[in-house]
């Protein structure tokens, strides 16, 4: 499975604001976009999950193995997203949390119970499934978000800025969490981020976006 | 209740009866309303907004009138529900509860507008990434998210809707046991020579129903914020 954005171009009345040729993202691979602020980078990111605010333009394709998913609503593209805020559901234990992305194909609450668990324990959560998320620390939310995102089994991941709002000593240890899932499961991963630490630990190709005013 | 006659009791149980069929009637559009309203991107949204808001400011005599004017026997509305149904609304029960229902309809929509405008875009935003259509989403996400406002809504139009006037006597006239409600036996009362006690005693009475309503639909508001983790 390889994410592969074909000929993206984005504009905003009538400017353009990002412009590419190709970006091939492989399996098991992070490519990271970087570039200033109003570069187009979480837009980007936005056009590829399917979510671009109606007043942009949008060209191109999103090819996801192969397949053409540019036509698809985002709750039909199986493409997880990870924000800078963590947005658990305050209303949902942590359990819950999880159990939201479960594909409906895992059927039985007893299976959903042990893979929700299953995937806490992994993530030294173990024990956490009752806790109010309001109740858990800003690595330990962190974690239980990308967990969330990844028992949605997503064919593709983006990665906006998750790290940014954690501490430099967290940044580290959550920042490996997720690219070694990433390594694991064998899905594309893109990134969008400012810090050049991030681009370092991701291993991948490094995209610079250039000034908007010079597209 | 010390010293309430049996009548005066069926003006209370009356009250009671319209409010809460008032809300009843009002909370499913009043939600869809209030939704269009936050969310919605059409032409005459500000218009839609206004006429809803109608009722707070035109005098409830008119809101009364106007509901003659489309309900009476004769009235384009009116005139089908009788002739097909059967349904008459002037001078009844049901009427009272359809005149208090728009009378306290912005009251619930302002209530339920204020509950979606707090729910985090982010989190319907993060549950379409996970998977989850646009049904699915408003059940499981935004419905449970914004209920602290429809409650608080529903409560304070409880409140408000025992104690409306103009508007129920105006369309549905002042019929003891049938639309005689709080207000209007206080009316009647006062209007009685030697009713001043009876209108003291349903005075107090309904002092005492709206502040309680007030109060719980404070609670219900603090505790209900405090469960989604927003207080």
């Not at chain 2, 206004?50 to 707070?56: C, D, G, Q, T």
């Not at chain 2, 639309?179 to 009475?205: K, W």
């Amino acid at each position: 499975m390889s994410l592969v954005l074909e000929a993206p171009e984005i504009t905003l009345g009538g400017r353009r604001l990002l412009a590419l040729d190709r970006l091939a993202v492989p399996a098991g691979e992070v490519v990271t976009v970087m570039g200033p602020s109003g570069s187009g980078k979480s837009t980007l990111l936005a056009w590829v999950s399917g979510a671009l605010d109606p007043a942009f333009r949008a060209r191109g394709r999103v090819l996801l193995g192969g397949q053409d998913v540019s036509g698809l609503p985002p709750h039909r593209r199986g493409i997880g997203l990870m924000f800078q805020d963590d947005l658990l559901f305050p209303h949902l234990s942590v359990a819950e949390n999880l159990g939201f992305g479960l594909p409906a194909a895992l059927r039985g609450r007893a299976a959903r119970q042990a893979r929700i668990e299953a995937a806490l324990a992994e993530a030294e959560l173990p024990g956490f499934g009752p806790r109010d998320p309001a109740t858990l620390s800003g690595g330990q939310r962190a974690r239980v978000a990308l967990l969330r995102t990844l028992l949605a089994e997503p064919r593709a991941l983006l990665l906006d800025e998750p790290f940014g709002k954690l501490d430099v000593a967290l940044r580290g240890r959550v920042r490996d969490f997720v690219f070694e899932r990433v390594r694991r499961r064998g899905i594309p991963a893109l990134l969008v981020t400012h810090d050049p630490a991030d681009a370092a630990a991701a291993g991948g190709p490094v995209l610079e976006l250039g000034d908007a005013a010079a597209g | 209740m010390p010293g309430l006659t049996a009548e005066e009791w069926g003006a209370v149980a009356l009250s009671l009866e319209v409010a809460t069929r008032s809300v009843l009637v009002s909370l499913v559009p009043a939600v869809a309303v209030a939704w269009l309203l936050a969310r919605g991107r059409f032409p005459g949204r500000m218009l839609l907004d206004a006429l809803v808001h109608l009722p707070l400011v035109v005098p409830p005599v008119v809101v009364g009138w106007g509901l003659l004017m489309l309900f009476g026997v004769r009235g384009p509305i009116g005139a089908p529900l009788d002739a097909w149904f059967g349904v008459r609304l002037v001078f009844t029960t049901e009427g009272a509860a359809l005149a208090t229902a728009v009378m306290s309809f912005p009251l619930i929509v302002r209530a339920v507008r204020l509950g979606l405008e707090a729910v985090d875009p982010g989190l319907e935003a993060a549950a379409r990434t996970l998977g989850a259509g646009p049904v699915d989403r408003f059940v499981t996400v935004t419905l449970p998210l914004m209920s602290p406002g429809i409650l608080a809504g529903a409560v304070t139009a409880f409140a408000a809707g025992l104690g409306e006037f103009g508007a129920v006597i105006t369309f549905a006239s002042n019929i003891p046991g049938e639309t005689q409600t709080l207000p209007l036996a206080i009316y009647s009362a006062t209007q009685t020579p030697g009713g001043e006690a009876v209108a003291a005693r349903l005075a107090f009475v309904s002092f005492g129903l709206a502040m309680a309503g007030l109060l719980l639909a404070e609670a219900i508001a603090r505790r209900m914020g405090r469960l989604l983790g927003r207080a």
